[in-house]
DNA sequence: CTAGGGTTAG
């Protein structure tokens, strides 16, 4: 190394610049720190090839701390180094420096310069400022792929998919055509859209058409679309045909296997990559957790833990999130509780993991404690955080309690109450044995009560043998979700409890009108106190719809085997 | 000599 040093230097007699680019490749950025300052000519060449040189090779703040220092030394730097600098502004979300070259580039005129122009949409659209990235955009002259696609992109990774897709509608218009850029965005794009499924398959289409399906960016971003379309087996055929398979493309699977509750498969994936020596990486680890927590295997969890560890990922703000997640699924919200507290990092999403462990752990008090002391780090809670934060009271019986973090919300944190919250307060009414209240609450807010919320305010009426209201709840469940049986069971144990035996038959008989039927291969255990279902068939843990489906069918089994389910089992207690 | 892309957590 230090032979390349001198060499180097030995060449720098003359010229920086001419052996900048070899530079960067022989000896570490360090070094060529060094050797620039005891450069004796620093002319505008060499610095300008240092900017260029670091902020090819990723090393942003060094770009950066180059550029002002030339700047600093009224050296005048040429549009290539302008373009660099952009470059690095907006991988570092800099965008005051951005703006300032922007000034700059107004002034000597930029327009016609694609590289410059495309720059400055990227750095805007990465900064969040899409109006001012649509503004470049549209006073450029022309527009080449790159253009469209740093627009599109920009859209796409705001969550403004819709957007994004109108852009590329017009860029399909034109005479540019997408390339595998412009693809890997819009499929991210596309899946926040309605007709995600259907618009997926034509792009797919194009795809196919213009060539580059075998880019693995383009299947990564596809499987992904597809995966969150519940499109398994399409996400499975594109990574069979996959001829690369990158960290990015197994991660995707992963990921994809894990939110669609195959948990298995995500597993079987996560050792195939192992011995073929890919990864893992932070994206495998919070994925592969997540698998973890809805199957409920704690050794395996256990086992990614200590890789994690052995990997000094335990710091990566997802990964810590997931493994207190995985933990508190598990059981052993004591074991999440240590996680936490070593992390360094703490974000919302980490403190309502933790309060969320803690609250559907059945430690409603702990997790109101964590709540405060969130709030005394200086955190802002959201919405999310305060859902938490009401689940803790309805499992602690915190009427009071709930009623003040709801009205703290708006009071003190300006956040308008979503269904989601709502949906607590009328949990929490309910099981309190304020009926009247609960259903106050949903005929004067903002907006028409949800299945959730007839779901759990019927499951209160049953508890306190409301018949009048119970019915009136299950009517409303009837109309919305046809093809679920909770509504019909818990009226039929409503009636049960209270003796009312001939309503009763007419629930089973209504049942066997809209011909609900058992379920097969799915069975259930009882674990701390709580019912988890799960299919006998791969042992994945189902979810939503397909859970109630089946809690359904168990609780009828269950009652006719003489079982009575206690109110804890309502369905929104097994939904976790 | 300069520009654009895919996967993760409540």
């Known amino acids: 190394m230090l032979f390349s040093v001198i060499r180097i230097r030995g060449c720098l007699k003359r010229r920086f610049s001419s052996v900048s680019c070899h530079l960067f490749d022989e000896i570490p950025q360090r070094s060529a720190h060094s050797l620039f300052d005891s450069f004796p000519e620093r002319g505008p060449d060499s610095c300008e090839s240092i900017v260029i040189g670091f902020a090819k090779r990723g090393n942003v703040a060094e770009a ?5 220092g030339m700047i600093g030394f009224g050296i005048q730097p040429t549009k290539y180094t302008l373009c660099s600098v952009l470059s690095s502004c907006s991988k570092a979300l800099d965008r005051h420096l951005g703006s300032q070259i922007h000034a700059r580039l107004i002034r000597i005129g930029y327009e016609e310069n694609l590289f410059l122009s495309s720059a400055l949409v990227d750095l805007y659209a990465k900064c969040e400022a899409l109006t001012e990235a649509r503004r470049v955009f549209d006073g450029m002259k ?9 627009i599109i992109a920009g859209f796409a990774q705001n969550g403004r998919g819709k957007e994004a897709l109108i852009f590329f509608k017009g860029m399909l218009k034109s005479e540019i055509k ?5 693809f890997a965005s819009i499929f991210s794009a596309c899946k926040e859209i309605e007709s995600a499924f259907e618009l997926a398959s034509l792009l797919h289409a194009l795809v196919i058409k213009l060539g580059v399906e075998l880019n693995s960016f383009v299947i990564s971003s596809l499987i992904d679309c597809y995966m969150k379309c519940g499109e398994i087996n399409r996400a499975i055929l594109l990574f069979d045909a996959a001829v690369g398979r990158d960290v990015i493309l197994y991660n995707a699977m992963i990921a994809g296997f894990s939110q669609n509750s195959q948990g298995e498969e995500a597993w079987k994936l996560f050792i195939e990559m192992r011995e073929h020596g890919i990864g893992p990486t932070y994206f495998t680890f919070s994925s592969l957790l997540n698998a973890c927590g809805s199957l409920a ?3 395996q969890g256990k086992q990614i833990h200590s890789l994690i560890t052995k990997m000094g990922s335990d710091q990566n703000i997802f990964v810590v999130s997931s493994l207190v997640d995985m933990y508190s699924k598990c059981g052993i919200v004591n074991e999440a509780r240590l996680v936490f507290d070593h992390s360094i990092e703490k974000n919302n999403i980490l403190w309502t ?5 803690y609250a559907q752990g059945g430690r409603g008090a702990d997790g109101l404690d964590l709540f405060e002391q969130l709030v005394k780090a200086g955190m802002i809670p959201d919405h999310v955080c305060f859902t938490s934060v009401l689940t803790a009271c309805v499992h602690a019986g915190f009427l009071d309690k709930g009623i003040a973090y709801f009205d703290m919300m708006e009071n003190k ?5 979503e269904p989601d919250q709502y949906a607590c307060m009328i949990d929490l009414y309910g099981r309190k044995g304020h009926l009247r209240k609960a259903k106050e609450l949903m005929e004067h807010m903002p907006f028409e009560p949800n299945a959730v919320m007839w779901s759990s305010f019927l499951g209160s009426c049953r508890i306190h043998g409301e018949i009048d209201l119970g019915k009136e709840a299950a009517s409303r469940l009837f109309a919305v979700q046809w093809h679920n049986m909770v509504p019909y069971i818990t009226l039929a144990n409503l009636y049960a409890e209270v003796g009312m035996w001939n309503e009763v038959v007419e629930v089973r008989k209504m049942m066997r009108c809209k011909g609900l039927k058992k379920r097969t291969g799915c069975s259930w255990v009882e674990v701390n106190k709580r019912v988890h279902v799960f299919s006998v068939r791969d042992g994945s843990h189902p979810q939503s719809n397909e859970i109630y489906d089946a809690l359904d069918n168990l609780i009828l089994e269950m009652r006719e085997t003489g079982y009575v389910p206690k109110p804890k089992y309502v369905l929104h207690d097994v939904d976790t």
Request: aromatic content about 16%.
């Open 297 to 299: 295997v704690l050794q």
């Open 142 to 150: 022309e527009h080449d792929p790159v253009s469209w696609t740093s």
């Open 413 to 417: 944190y300006n956040l308008i109450p």
């Open 178 to 182: 997408p390339n595998c850029f412009t």
């Open 64 to 68: 950066l701390k180059f550029f002002r």
């Open 353 to 357: 993991s933790m309060i969320t462990g």
